[in-house]
């Protein structure tokens, strides 16, 4: 089993539609959270980090953890074809600087 | 301010050469980490360095692979007689500290072996 599990994807959403991105983890030590963004050919950039539970809203972008579920979620409002981009969450205990990633998904926003 | 700057872009080698990614951290930055992207995978870490001292390399491969940051000029990440299954996007990040604000991403080396 994989520590952290990334719904694989591909999604495509029409512009102006709610994209939701989830990811699974099995270490409960996992205490900071965060999702990066990652355009083709290009490094990730990271778009919001949480600690611990509850949510953050930056924006369009809302970050969920619920830790008793051992499951985050990102959720992208009023998206945009500039917010086609593959996207990865990614996690750290709280005394390691080493981040646990998932595998990614590819998200298309079709103007 | 320049980013995380990493060259080359694209590296392309045959099987048994050696392989040299270079990294230069942001500007003030002095801890470097280095992932790994296999395709259809996630980021892999590889190993933690700050200047002159490496301090983690649990992700490296015990064989064939080395990294080094000394005092002056950029990160190093070497593979030596690579092979095929070396073939994967390099990353390497760099942060003032170990919080996860300052953690920066470069563009990536991709390596093709052929």
């Known amino acids: 089993q994989k520590e952290v599990e990334q719904d694989p994807g591909p999604l495509s959403v029409p512009e102006g539609a709610i994209v939701s991105l989830n990811c699974t983890y099995s270490?409960?030590?996992?205490?900071?959270f965060m999702w990066y963004r990652q355009y083709s050919r290009k490094g990730p950039e990271l778009l919001m980090y949480?600690?611990?539970?509850g949510n953050k809203e930056d924006g369009r972008f809302t970050a969920q953890v619920d830790k008793s579920s051992k499951y985050i979620s990102l959720f992208i409002r009023d998206s945009q074809p500039s917010d086609s981009a593959t996207y990865l969450c990614?996690?750290?205990?709280?005394?390691?600087?080493?981040?646990?990633f998932g595998a990614g998904t590819t998200v298309t926003v079709r103007a | 301010n320049a980013g995380v700057m990493q060259n080359p872009r694209h590296l392309v080698r045959r099987r048994g050469q050696e392989a040299r990614l270079r990294c230069s951290p942001m500007?003030?930055?002095?801890?470097v980490y280095w992932y790994r992207q296999l395709p259809e995978e996630g980021l892999k870490f590889m190993v933690y360095?700050?200047?002159?001292?490496?301090?983690?390399e649990s992700g490296m491969p015990k064989e064939r692979f080395s990294a080094e940051f000394p005092k002056e000029g950029p990160s190093i990440l070497r593979i030596q007689q690579v092979v095929r299954g070396d073939s994967a996007a390099y990353f390497c990040?760099?942060?003032?500290?170990?919080?996860?604000?300052?953690?920066?991403f470069g563009s990536g080396t991709r390596l093709t072996v052929v």
């Open positions: 990040a760099s942060s003032p500290g170990t919080g996860i604000d300052g953690y920066t």
């Open positions: 270490n409960s030590a996992f205490q900071y």
């Open positions: 949480t600690y611990s539970s």
């Open positions: 990614a996690m750290r205990t709280s005394n390691d600087y080493k981040l646990s």
């Open positions: 500007k003030g930055h002095s801890h």
């Open positions: 360095l700050q200047k002159e001292n490496i301090i983690d």
